[in-house]
Structures are given as C-alpha cells and as structure tokens.
C-alpha cells in the first residue's frame, strides 16, 4: 500500500527541467505535533470542515443531530427535575433525594447488560 509519496523519481526531474518549471515537490510535510497545535491551520480547518457541509448535504446527520439533542435535553431536564420533584415536593431528606438517581443507573446497568441480546 502506497501512502501520500512525493515523486522524486530522476523522469520527472528531467521533464520539470525541460518544460522550465522546477520540481514540483512541495516543502517537506510538517510534524505531527504542528499539525496538532492549536494555532496551525490543519488544526483549525480539521475542526470547521466537517461541520460546514456534512449537517447541510448529509440528512441522515440533521436528524441523528436532532434526535441526540431531544434525547440528551430530556436526560438533562430529568436530572434536573429529579431533586425538585423528590426534595420540595414530597419532602425527601437530601440523602433519599440522592438515591432517586438509583433507578435510572440501574436501568442504565441493565440496557447495557442486555445490549448484546438485542444485536441481531
């Protein structure tokens, strides 16, 4: 498997210098840690590219966007409610309050357990 090489090859040295155009090999890549930093423009684009078109081009991507975003509101509104609902109004004690999460870990648990059930 040949992987982004540079042709070096004497041929095309020789026809760059017949056609008057000097080789065409561009400056040596750049290490890797510049590429990660985050003031090098690899970086930048790596992380603007991919949202400028995929959520406009791609609907599969629009709707899972969408979806996550009701399901993950709907969690966080839970967890939200959860210490108000239990706490002010039954009148739960802080501790008892905790433990109302418990239902959810344990069904959070037991969707993991059965994941595999579920895969066909």
Avoid at 9 to 27: H, K
Avoid at 47 to 54: L, T
Avoid at 81 to 106: C, E, K, N, R, Y
């Amino acid at each position: 498997m040949k992987l982004a090489t540079r042709n070096t090859s004497p041929r095309s040295n020789a026809l760059g210098q017949l056609s008057g155009t000097p080789s065409r090999n561009p400056a040596p890549f750049p290490s890797v840690s510049n590429w990660l930093s985050p003031q090098s423009p690899c970086f930048a684009l790596s992380i603007h590219a991919p949202r400028a078109g995929i959520l406009y081009h791609e609907q599969m991507a629009l709707l899972l966007d969408i979806w996550s975003a009701l399901v993950l509101g709907v969690l966080y509104l839970t967890f939200q409610a959860f210490p108000i609902i239990f706490g002010q109004v039954h009148g739960w004690s802080v501790q008892f309050t905790g433990l109302s999460f418990l239902g959810l870990g344990v069904g959070m648990v037991c969707a993991l357990a059965s994941q595999p059930y579920w895969i066909a």
